[in-house]
């Protein structure tokens, strides 16, 4: 069920399989980096924070775009807590993307380049008029 002023189904579904993939990635990311810190021991602060940044946006921005689809499916308003969470997830992949590209293997770079696109998508979707 829509609402006229809501973004359709087909983005409300959006909003929450993005929000989904995001909050599994971010704990599947803190609980990689926690074994892999209690295998081979603590890094850098650096490091620790980059990890910690990377699980922070995951899970911030799935949760917004959760509670983004849950407003839409209510009937509420969705497009601030989308416009946030696609502005959190540009704040993470825009300047991570060229250290990725520039140092990490494959695998690292999709994740942040999806995101970022489905971000940017849902982006639009929230800021144009009802």
């Known amino acids: 069920m829509t609402n006229e002023n809501g973004p359709g189904r087909t983005v409300t579904r959006i ?3 993005i929000g989904v993939v995001l909050v599994a990635g971010g704990f599947g990311h803190s609980f990689g980096v926690i074994r892999l810190y209690l ?3 603590v890094p850098d602060a650096n490091r620790v924070l980059l990890d910690v940044w990377i699980a ?6 799935g949760g917004l775009y959760l509670a983004a689809a849950r407003a839409s499916r209510a009937g509420s308003s ?4 989308s ?3 696609a502005v959190t997830i540009a704040a993470f992949a825009v ?9 990490a293997p494959f695998v690292f770079r ?18 144009r008029p009802a």
């Open 83 to 85: 416009v946030a969470g």
């Open 56 to 61: 922070e946006a995951q899970l911030i921005a």
């Open 78 to 81: 969705w497009r601030a807590l």
């Open 15 to 17: 909003l929450f399989i």
């Open 39 to 41: 295998a081979s021991g």
């Open 110 to 127: 999709v994740p942040p380049m999806v995101y970022l696109a489905w971000s940017l998508y849902i982006l639009l979707r929230a800021v």
């Open 95 to 103: 300047p991570m993307l060229p250290v990725v590209v520039a140092r």
